[in-house]
């Protein structure tokens, strides 16, 4: 059960649209110019980055459906990530979303809202053996008390972990390595409140790294005691912000492993 980087979370298929001649428009049509079915997930998208440096990535986290499988497994065939922790149940579909992209927005659409309102809790316990197995973890906290559990296994087997857009009250943000929230889980969690209002919040409650970033905007970074820093993002040419998050997450898991 050994692996470099432990991932606890969301993965699934994405399809996304890159269109010609800006975004859609009622009533009008659209020009396809590109098309593509990937991994995607906040944990899927963070396994390929990873793989991509080199490293030994084990997955965990979501049922993955029969529609899914195919592409999971096929795209990993060669790469450096490990699916055998994951449920595959050869009687449910699976989780897939869509996501439009042009000019410099992007909307992502699937049926997530269902897949939490429906009462089935279609995802792993984390392993033990897996947490205790690897040298650092990314736990995604979108699966109850499953994502907890992740954590608490990490605490245990004192393997560093980060985590995404958590409450600043919650066990995974307080015991991360790496706690980086987003605009939009602050739009989630604290819809109403600034950066400048939780970054206080959240270092008091944390005690590892918290980072709270603003897109390609400067962002703050600091710990608990320490003084709030900030810093400008670097200027690349962005074809679209799709798994911008996803990949930082995984710049955040790679810089724990490499210490």
Not at 1 to 8: E, K, R
Not at 157 to 176: E, F, G, L, M, Q
Request: aromatic share 12%; charged share 25%.
């Amino acid at each position: 059960m050994q692996s470099d980087v432990y991932l606890f979370g969301m993965v699934l298929a994405s399809t996304s649209f890159l269109l010609k001649g800006g975004f859609l428009k009622p009533d009008e049509y659209s020009e396809i110019k590109e098309k593509y079915r990937l991994p995607g997930g906040e944990t899927g998208t963070c396994a390929t980055v990873l793989a991509s440096l080199g490293v030994n990535v084990r997955v965990d986290g979501n049922h993955i459906g029969y529609e899914i499988e195919p592409l999971l497994r096929e795209f990993y065939k060669d790469k450096s990530v490990q699916l055998d922790s994951m449920y595959f149940d050869k009687n449910y579909k699976g989780l897939e979303d869509y996501i439009i992209v042009a000019d410099d927005v992007r909307s992502p659409f699937g049926t997530f809202q269902e897949f939490y309102s429906s009462g089935r809790k279609q995802w792993n316990m984390p392993k033990e053996e897996d947490i205790a197995g690897c040298k650092a973890a990314a736990i995604d906290p979108y699966f109850e008390e499953a994502s907890e559990t992740a954590a608490r296994y990490c605490v245990k087997h004192n393997k560093p972990y980060v985590t995404i857009d958590c409450r600043y009250d919650s066990y995974i943000h307080r015991n991360a390595a790496v706690s980086v929230i987003s605009g939009e889980g602050i739009q989630t969690h604290y819809p109403g409140m600034t950066r400048e209002e939780l970054m206080p919040l959240f270092l008091e409650n944390g005690n590892g790294l918290t980072i709270i970033t603003h897109g390609g905007k400067r962002f703050y970074y600091g710990r608990k005691g320490q003084e709030v820093k900030s810093f400008e993002p670097f200027k690349v040419k962005v074809v679209s912000t799709l798994g911008a998050g996803d990949t930082f997450k995984a710049g955040c898991a790679y810089g724990l492993l490499k210490g």
